[in-house]
């Protein structure tokens, strides 16, 4: 099954992180490729917390360290939380994707897996899980 670079950038373009998304169909939403990737990025954690969770969104008691977040505290994260803070960032503006020469904002909109090489994150502010 196809595989997908992400790459995280801020407005400015410095680079934030990024993950490579696998098992994905040849045909996918966005909203698909960023559940697969934060799932595989929740499931590496939970496996063993620590202080440092890597990912695309930063939980809320965590700050910015290098390549991930330092956790206040170790705890395990919850994938559909964390997605749905993905989802409030795209509505808010927050956060856009860059596939290929364009533009998306849609979570719905399908990509050809297959023939894109890679999405990259837009990030206006970083994406913070709130607690509920």
Do not use: K, W
């Not at 939970?46 to 910015?64: C, F, K, S, W």
């Not at 364009?102 to 502010?125: F, K, Q």
């Amino acid at each position: 099954m196809p595989a997908i670079e992400m790459r995280d950038v801020s407005a400015g373009g410095h680079e934030l992180g990024g993950a490579t998304v696998e098992d994905l169909p040849p045909r996918a939403t966005l909203r698909q490729v960023l559940a697969a990737r934060i799932d595989a990025e929740v499931a590496a954690y939970n496996a063993a917390p620590g202080p440092t969770y890597v990912g695309l969104v930063q939980p809320e008691d965590a700050v910015r360290y290098r390549a991930g977040f330092r956790m206040h505290e170790p705890r395990p994260l919850d994938a559909e939380h964390l997605l749905t803070a993905v989802e409030e960032a795209v509505v808010a503006g927050v956060a856009v994707f860059r596939v290929g020469d364009r533009t998306v904002t849609d979570l719905a909109e399908e990509i050809d897996i297959a023939g894109t090489e890679c999405i990259t994150t837009v990030l206006r502010r970083p994406i913070v899980a709130r607690r509920g």
